[in-house]
């Protein structure tokens, strides 16, 4: 080798050895160990809960669960289910490390984790030979099974128990289960088993059978925003509260959707987490401007609803969302209306509070159920078309004009009274013009109020007070007869038991044959016949007999009497072979008679019984002999 290709380390120049590399070229930044990049974790498994008290949300199953474990009443499999994110592997881990819990001082099974056992670290990290975590979706053959359950039967290593849990276990095949059976029934007293699912009605009957379920609930709104607000201020991140909500709203009852999102969010915002910063994020509307073009919409202005939409549109809202949106908040007055006390969540918006309960009080729950009906349909609608901002504008179109129209009973009841349409002196109501006349908030008295009666109700009223108002069950049995719905008086003849009858209500326990739709069939008979509404329903109780039953009952007592009457006993001695075959009385016929040439029976006469035993009398009685 020539001598001026070796150089020694004394031939090269000094360098600095902060600033220059080995050859005293300058020498970049270091950069960040690649570890530490690679070590961050996301927020869903950082905060996962570590014990029983971190699962909130899931007191039920966690109350079940110390109770069975401080009576030693352990069971050998557990099902958990529910939808995604609620905690379902979570708590199988938990359970795995509280039947495997060890320390110095506590040698039994316990669900006090607070204090990590022997044998925690490693359940919790994965590695402990005898904890199998599974995953069904890529195990789900007969031959997958077989090589699990041969290892059953082989005592644990190091822990108390050999844990399998088995995730997505609905996935498993028919063949896989049927293998599985017979191991779980009666598994070796060292082995347990824990399922997740969720798809819990894919699972075969045979194997929650042998299983103890546990349904784990969506997490309630209110309860992850208090969580969210933990986490942000354990990570130093300022948030609104309406952010969080909003959070909250959108990941529908699973935690870690809701982790996800916020951990989405921080990313996203950089800094403070805000409204504005988690709707643009997630393209989710602006909830007051939802709640201003519901009101747009209820009052029909139609223009105005479709450039609210259309500024939305433009802003980057789904027009699906939107919509999605308006049902929700059509839900939430209806809520509002019917339990005031909603108005308490604390997921719900400062104007959600404030205006949906101005909403609850003017508007009528027809006009709710009506508008969520059209908005449901509407959704799947903007879903599929080609064209959603239209199809979003065709749906506000219809119900912004469907928001005066009568519902199918006051259109039938406005066609009987003659009134044809719902106008306050009963000439047709005017159509609103289209840029924004007066609906269900303005013109229409009716969807401004509590009060689903029509305008023209006073009129019907009127008409209804006139009709008659059955005081008793037998005189609902004569109106029928009155009205010659023979077919109504011969059923309730036959096959009514009454139990309760009021004003405006009848309960009573159907006889045996009895047709099941006789409460509904006479509901709208005496709405017809009354002109009010009646609850009638069956009950399961036992009711008086039937008036037939009645009927003959009192025949029956009628011939009794008269048989045992001497003058009658003496007739039937005198012929052989008579017998009694109806009693009247012709004083009760002729007074009947006479009231209905009066046109009243207010003034029937008191009759004394058919027989004394002052002297016989044979008017009433008729005879029947061989002769």
Excluded at 196 to 223: G, H, M
Aim: charged letters at 25%; glycine letters at 6%.
């Amino acid at each position: 080798m020539a001598d001026e290709d070796i150089r020694l380390d004394s031939d090269l120049p000094e360098r600095d050895p902060n600033t220059t590399d080995m050859f005293g070229n300058p020498e970049p930044a270091p950069a960040p160990p690649a570890a530490e990049s690679a070590a961050y974790t996301v927020i869903a498994r950082k905060y996962r809960p570590r014990t029983f008290e971190d699962l909130f949300g899931q007191e039920a199953m966690v109350r079940t669960l110390r109770n069975a474990f401080s009576a030693g009443r352990i069971a050998h499999a557990f099902m958990l289910t529910g939808v995604r994110g609620v905690g379902k592997t979570t708590t199988a881990r938990l359970l795995a490390r509280a039947l495997n819990y060890e320390s110095d001082t506590i040698h039994a099974p316990t669900l006090d984790l607070s204090r990590d056992g022997r044998h925690c670290r490693a359940i919790v990290e994965g590695r402990h030979m005898d904890v199998l975590e599974l995953d069904a979706a890529s195990r789900t053959g007969v031959g997958d099974m077989r090589e699990l359950l041969d290892g059953v039967r082989y005592a644990p290593v190091e822990a108390r128990y050999k844990v399998y849990i088995i995730d997505e276990v609905h996935m498993l095949s028919g063949g896989a289960f049927n293998a599985f059976l017979k191991t779980l029934e009666e598994p070796p007293p060292h082995a347990k088993f824990i399922f997740a699912t969720t798809e819990i009605r894919k699972v075969p009957v045979t194997v929650l059978s042998r299983c103890q379920r546990f349904d784990l609930r969506r997490v309630d709104a209110a309860l992850l925003v208090g969580h969210l607000d933990k986490i942000c201020r354990a990570e130093g991140i300022e948030a609104e509260e309406e952010a969080l909500a909003a959070v909250a709203r959108a990941a529908e009852g699973s935690v870690r959707d809701s982790l996800s999102i916020l951990d989405q969010a921080i990313a996203h915002a950089g800094g403070r987490i805000t409204l504005e910063e988690v709707r643009s994020m997630l393209g989710l509307s602006d909830r007051a401007r939802v709640i201003d073009l519901f009101e747009l919409v209820m009052k029909g202005d139609i223009a105005g609803a479709l450039t609210e939409l259309r500024a939305q549109y433009d802003a980057g809202a789904d027009p699906a969302v939107v919509l999605a949106d308006l049902a929700e908040f059509s839900h939430l007055v209806t809520r509002l209306k019917l339990v005031p006390e909603a108005a308490k969540d604390n997921s719900l918006s400062q104007a959600e509070r404030v205006r949906g309960a101005d909403f609850a009080q003017r508007l009528s729950i027809r006009v709710l159920a009506r508008a969520w009906q059209m908005l449901l349909k509407a959704v799947g609608e903007v879903r599929q078309a080609d064209r959603p901002v239209m199809a979003a504008e065709m749906a506000l179109v219809r119900l912004a004009h469907a928001a005066d129209l009568p519902t199918p009973d006051e259109a039938l009841r406005m066609l009987r009274d003659g009134s044809g349409a719902i106008g306050g002196n009963g000439s047709p109501a005017p159509r609103p013009p289209s840029g924004g006349g007066a609906t269900a908030l303005a013109a229409r008295p009716v969807l401004a109020s509590a009060n689903p009666m029509p305008a023209a109700a006073p009129a019907a009223q009127v008409r209804a007070s006139a009709l008659p108002q059955p005081q008793s069950f037998e005189e609902v049995v004569a109106l029928a007869s009155r009205h010659r719905d023979i077919t109504m008086k011969l059923a309730l003849e036959r096959d009514v038991r009454l139990v309760r009858f009021e004003q405006g209500r009848i309960e009573f326990a159907l006889a045996e044959h009895g047709n099941r739709l006789l409460a509904n069939d006479l509901s709208k008979r005496l709405k017809e016949w009354t002109g009010q509404t009646w609850l009638v329903a069956i009950v399961n109780a036992e009711g008086s007999a039937t008036l037939r039953e009645q009927a003959v009952a009192a025949r029956d007592k009628r011939e009794n009497d008269a048989a045992n009457h001497p003058a009658v006993r003496a007739v039937m001695e005198r012929f052989p072979g008579a017998r009694i075959v109806d009693v009247r009385d012709p004083r009760a016929a002729e007074a009947e008679a006479s009231a209905t040439a009066t046109g009243g029976d207010e003034d029937l006469p008191e009759f004394e019984p058919l027989f004394d035993d002052s002297e016989p009398d044979f008017d009433g009685i008729e005879f029947l002999t061989d002769n």
